[in-house]
């Protein structure tokens, strides 16, 4: 599974953005896909995920009530709607994907086989 995102840029705090995340095949229902992203000298984040069997989602506690993760299985995509954005999102953002996850494991960088090659959001105060 190849994962391509898009949609990241320029905003100023408080705007928003949506970032996609396309699959380069059809992903099986048990996967998981989600967002990590990673702040220059900082350690990468998940950021959330979510299940594409039912659209169960998980997020970060710095994201929840933000952003919106959802999912659209006949295009194989994910989105991440991000509104009120702040300085602190500026990160690398990456899209993620596995198809073993048990809900407790999402969080965790090292569990994803599959991650896209990352697409820039900086937001400006």
Same mark, same amino acid.
């Given at each position: %599974? ?7 840029? #320029? ?10 995340? =396309? ?7 048990? @996967? $998981? ?5 990673? =702040? ?5 984040? @998940? ?14 506690? *710095? $994201? ?13 995509? %994910? ?7 702040? #300085?602190?999102?500026?990160? %690398?953002?990456?899209? %993620? =994907? ?6 407790? *494991?999402? *969080? ?11 697409? $820039? $959001?900086?937001? *400006?105060?």
């Amino acid at each position: %599974v190849q994962l391509q995102a898009f949609g990241g840029g #320029p905003v100023q705090a408080g705007g928003f953005l949506r970032l996609s995340c =396309a699959a380069s095949e059809r992903t099986q229902w048990r @996967f $998981v896909m989600g967002w990590f992203r990673q =702040a220059p000298g900082k350690e990468r984040e @998940f950021v959330a995920a979510i299940s594409l069997s039912d659209g169960t989602t998980d997020y970060a506690d *710095s $994201v929840q009530g933000r952003f919106i993760i959802s999912r659209d299985t006949a295009k194989n995509t %994910v989105y991440l709607q991000m509104n009120s954005l702040k #300085p602190e999102d500026t990160a %690398v953002y990456y899209c %993620v =994907a596995d198809g073993t996850l048990i809900r407790s *494991s999402w *969080s965790s960088s090292s569990q994803y086989d599959y991650w896209g090659q990352g697409t $820039v $959001v900086t937001v *400006s105060s």
